[in-house]
């Protein structure tokens, strides 16, 4: 039962690395009336035409990135419906930190919201100010902390059925 999360954890990051791409930027055709211009507003147009990474000097985003912010809000997702159900079946929570917050669903709920949202805010901001291995270090420390979470409450969960 242990060695469950380690495949669930491999699986989402290979499943969502292969439906996602990397931050490409959607161009659509650009209008011939546009392309015929001064050179006056040429200067104006230019920028326009860069995709946005080329235009501020930004470097892609991995194409990992994107899978383990999507696997994290899952896993908070099914570690909230895990805990709740667990509860319900007669289970208590062993983090005394989340206790207090179990008892009530909707504070539970943005509790997890809240981390969910903060961890992403982290690690845009280390990606943004070019700590790029930070910034992914951070997303892989928070799935694997929340497939062990998951993986405990998995268990608790056949304990209790």
Known sequence: MRR?????AAFIGLLGSSLFAA???V???VPASV???????TAHIAPLLQSPTEAHGEQQRPVSLLPMYIGFAALQSYDMYSTLTALRAGA???????SGLV???????????????????????????HHRGAAVAVMVGSNVAMS??????????????
């Open 35 to 41: 392309l015929v211009a001064t050179s006056e507003t």
């Open 92 to 98: 208590h929570e062993a983090n005394p930190v989340a």
């Open 27 to 29: 161009t659509e055709p």
């Open 23 to 25: 931050d490409a930027a």
């Open 4 to 8: 469950r999360w380690l495949p669930t």
């Open 148 to 161: 062990l979470v998951s993986a405990n409450n998995a268990r608790v969960l056949a304990r209790t059925n």
């Open 103 to 129: 008892s009530t669903p909707a504070a539970f709920a943005a509790a997890k919201i809240g981390g969910t949202a903060a961890a992403f805010y982290v690690s845009e901001h280390l990606w943004r100010n």
